[in-house]
């Protein structure tokens, strides 16, 4: 059956933003002089920032850790519709 839309999978997702993120360090570390081979200096610049992921706002904490938003449904028994709790 054909559908309008098709799953995409997290793989795909993480890896356009990890993508992305990679490209904003890239242009701000080659717009500052500094030498695009340096992975720290790219990375440091990856860091305590927040940035337009596929799904929305990323955020990335200062240790580098991706801090994910999450937005919990439930089932309302009365109406038969989800509900963000
Ligand atoms: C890339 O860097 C240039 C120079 O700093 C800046 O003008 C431009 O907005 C940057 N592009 C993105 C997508 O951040
Ligand atoms: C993270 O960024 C904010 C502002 O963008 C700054 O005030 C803060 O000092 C930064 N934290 C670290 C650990 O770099």
Do not use: H
């Not at 356009?16 to 080659?30: G, H, M, P, Q, V």
């Amino acid at each position: 059956m054909w559908k309008w839309w098709s799953p995409v999978s997290l793989f795909n997702i993480a890896q356009y933003d990890s993508f992305i993120l990679y490209a904003l360090a890239l242009n701000e570390t080659l717009a500052a002089g500094e030498n695009p081979r340096n992975g720290p200096i790219v990375v440091r610049r990856m860091w305590n920032r927040t940035f337009e992921g596929i799904g929305g706002p990323a955020y990335v904490n200062a240790n580098g850790d991706r801090d994910t938003d999450f937005t919990l449904l439930d089932l309302n028994p009365n109406n038969g519709e989800f509900q963000a709790i």
